[in-house]
C-alpha cells in the first residue's frame, strides 16, 4: 500500500488543480476511484479508458477538447508513450494511480507522477478513499473494492451498521458472489457496457448518490441503468448454465468459449472460480477478430504468460490469481495448445488428459 506521505502529496496534487481531467478504466474499480475523488474534490471531467491494454494516443484528443490543468490516470496499467509525450508537450502534469504491474517503459513512466500499490496490489479504490478519508463516500469505496475482490479494513464498519449489504465476516471472494454489495458491484460493471449517453447519465446520477440504496432504486434516472444491467445479468446466468452443463468435471482446467454481442468474461469467470475455486478457469469471448480471456486461480498470471508469450500480437497481464489477455483469433488454436502443455506449472501428472471444451 502506499505510505500516508505517497497519500498526502497525491491529495496535494489533485487539490492543486483547477480544471482536472480523470481518465479511468471501464470497469466498477475504475468507476469508483473516479466518483471518490471527483465528489472530495467537487470538480473536473471524466473519461472512461477503452483502449487495451493501455491508455492509447486517440485520448489527446480528449486532452486537446478540454484542456485540464492535470490529468489524473486510474487503475490503468500502461499508458502509451504518445500520450505521455502529448502532455508533455503541453506542459500538463499527469499523476497516475494504479495497482496493477506495468509494462510502461521507464521512460515514459518517468513522465508522470505515477503510484502504484503493487504488488500488495490494493484497488485504486481503496487508495482513492485513503486519499481524502470522507466518510460519506466509504460505500463506493466498498463497492469498488469488493468489484475486484478486495475487502477494505473499512468495510467491516460498514458491515455492521449495513449486514443487509454486506453481512459481517465474508471474504471479498464470497462478498462479490452472494451479497448485495456485490450484486452491486456485478451491476455496474455491466452498466458500464453501454452507450456513451446512458453511461453519462449513469455517472451524474451517481455523483449525487449518497447511499447503495440509490443505485438499486428504480426511478426515472435509474431505469436505463436497470434496464441494461437486468439484460446483460440474462446474459451473464445463461453463460454460466452453459459452462456448468459443458464442463468435464475431472478436468483441473475449466474452459468456457462463448459469443455475442458482450464480452464479460471476468464477471463469468469470477462466478466460476468462485463455485470451483480447486480449478484453473479459462473464459474466452470470441469476436471475429480477437478472442477477450479472463484467467482465474492458481498461478493465473504465470499461465496467461506462458500462454501468451509465442502469439505475435497477443496481450496479457493483471493480478496473480486473476488476469485478462487479448489473443488475434488466428491464434486461439496456439493458445489453447499453449494451455495444455502448461502442465509443469500446474504440476499435473496426467498433462494428456486435460481436455478443453
Ligand atoms: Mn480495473
Known amino acids: ?21 480523470f481518465f479511468y478504466d471501464n ?8 466518483l471518490i475523488l471527483r465528489r472530495a474534490l467537487d470538480r473536473g471531467k471524466g473519461v472512461i479508458i477503452k483502449s487495451f491494454p493501455d491508455l492509447k494516443e486517440q485520448y489527446t484528443k480528449k486532452v486537446d477538447e478540454l484542456n485540464p490543468d492535470a490529468i489524473i490516470i486510474l487503475d490503468k496499467a500502461d499508458i502509451s508513450e504518445e500520450f505521455a509525450n502529448h502532455a508533455e508537450q503541453k506542459g500538463i502534469p499527469i499523476l497516475w494511480i494504479d495497482h496493477h504491474k506495468t509494462n510502461t517503459p521507464k521512460q515514459t513512466v518517468d513522465k508522470t507522477s505515477y503510484y502504484t ?23 463506493l469505496a466498498i463497492i469498488g473494492c469488493i468489484g475486484d475482490v478486495y475487502m477494505p479494513d473499512f468495510a467491516q464498519q460498514f458491515s455492521q451498521e449495513n449486514p443487509d449489504l454486506l453481512p459481517q465476516n465474508v471474504d471479498a471472494f464470497t462478498a462479490l458472489q452472494t451479497t448485495t454489495i456485490g450484486k452491486i458491484a456485478r451491476k455496474l460493471n ?29 426511478n426515472s434516472r435509474t431505469k436505463q441503468f436497470h434496464k441494461r ?43 466460476l472460480a468462485f463455485d470451483h475455486k480447486d480449478k484453473i478457469v479459462i473464459v474466452a469471448f470470441l469476436r471475429p477478430e480477437k478472442a477477450n480471456i479472463s484467467i482465474r486461480g492458481k498461478n493465473a498470471l504465470k499461465i496467461t504468460k506462458a500462454a501468451t508469450e509465442n502469439i505475435l500480437g497477443a496481450t496479457g497481464g ?26 509443469n506449472i500446474q504440476n499435473y501428472s496426467k498433462p494428456n488428459e486435460i481436455s478443453l471444451q
Open 1 to 21: 500500500m502506499l505510505t500516508s506521505s505517497q497519500l498526502e502529496e497525491i491529495r496535494d496534487q489533485l487539490e492543486a488543480s483547477q480544471n482536472p481531467l
Open 27 to 34: 470497469d466498477v474499480d475504475g468507476l469508483c476511484s473516479f
Open 117 to 139: 500499490s503493487h504488488p500488495s496490489a490494493e484497488p485504486v479504490s481503496y487508495i482513492a478513499q485513503k486519499i481524502f478519508n470522507r466518510p460519506q463516500d466509504i460505500w
Open 190 to 218: 455491466f452498466g458500464l457496457m453501454d452507450t456513451t449517453t446512458n453511461i453519462l447519465q449513469l455517472i451524474r446520477y451517481l455523483t449525487k448518490a449518497t447511499t447503495p440504496h440509490d443505485i438499486l432504486e428504480e
Open 229 to 271: 444491467s437486468n439484460q446483460l445479468e440474462e446474459f451473464f446466468q445463461k453463460q454460466i448454465k452453459k459452462a456448468e452443463t459443458h464442463f468435464d468435471k475431472n478436468s483441473p482446467i475449466l474452459f468456457f468459449t462463448y459469443s455475442g454481442n458482450t464480452s464479460m468474461s471476468s464477471e463469468i469467470s469470477n462466478r
Open 318 to 343: 493483471g493480478h496473480e490469481e486473476a488476469t485478462g489477455a487479448m489473443v488475434p483469433i488466428s491464434d486461439f488454436e496456439t493458445f489453447k495448445d499453449n494451455i495444455k502443455h502448461l502442465t
